[in-house]
């Protein structure tokens, strides 16, 4: 099956930042195999890359394989007609109303064959002033924004079986994402879903990060380096989170002591951070 996460990200001067990550698990009867599930939509125009959106599909494999060609070419189709650039929040928000009618369409004449459509699909963007989107595609072909409430989408069997949990349990909101490193943070709950769903596979690094840099909207991959370095540290998180439980269950010490100990070390990282 699937777990794919998209999360908004706060960064410096207001700038809004998307990150999509997946495993890249897929399962058929008894046959297992790796599939990408993130879909990057740019295109090429005057030997310059325009970044316009990146999906993330679950579901039947031929399916999200159409909800992404409809978004792709709704998208690139408002792209020229604004004259080969990004679309801006309000450009953004009509494509997806296009892309929603269409998917309405076509699940609608599946559903007259017999068929009733297993997919859902995230898809998000950020337009040249740095306003992030997020939109939630589900099984009727409906979407929804989520980009303000609550700031994240995650898809697929993973999210029910730890996904949304872990993320909430972890500490992601909009408004301390900019203190987080939301990499870190996906790798993390991806890794941890694989460990108790067998249809969820490990993060082996696909995920997409979009964001304006030096006035541009640009997409990128994980590193592998970043890979090989966000592995190393779920392993240590882990075994910490596995500490604190014991920790706190001394009773000389207790939660209170443990919140106490780590709050006046944030404090002095905090005051470290202000003298620059």
Known sequence: MTLVIALKWLGGKGKERVLISSDSKATFGPITYEVRKI?????????KEIDLAIAGGAGDSSIVKQGYKIAELTIKNY???????????????KAVQDIEARLIRRFAYLRGEGIEPNFEM????VDPKGKASIYLFDNKGLAEPVHE?????????????????????????????VEL???MLSAFVIDVVSEIDPTVGPFVGESILMRVEKGKVIMGPLKPEALRDYKKRVEKRKRLIALLQK???IK?????????????LKSRQNQRLNKF
């Open 252 to 264: 000389e010490i207790s939660e209170d002591g443990v919140e106490k100990t780590l709050s006046e």
């Open 149 to 177: 409430s609550p700031g994240f989408a995650i898809i697929g069997r993973g999210a029910v079986t730890g996904g949304i949990l872990l993320t909430r349990l972890l500490g992601y909101s909009v408004g301390d994402s």
């Open 79 to 93: 792209s020229i007609q604004a004259g080969f650039r990004n679309l801006t929040l309000e450009e953004f928000e």
């Open 122 to 125: 995230i898809l998000a963007s």
């Open 247 to 249: 920790i706190c269950d």
């Open 181 to 183: 490193d939301l990499g």
């Open 39 to 47: 879909y990057p939509i740019y295109f090429m125009h005057e030997d």
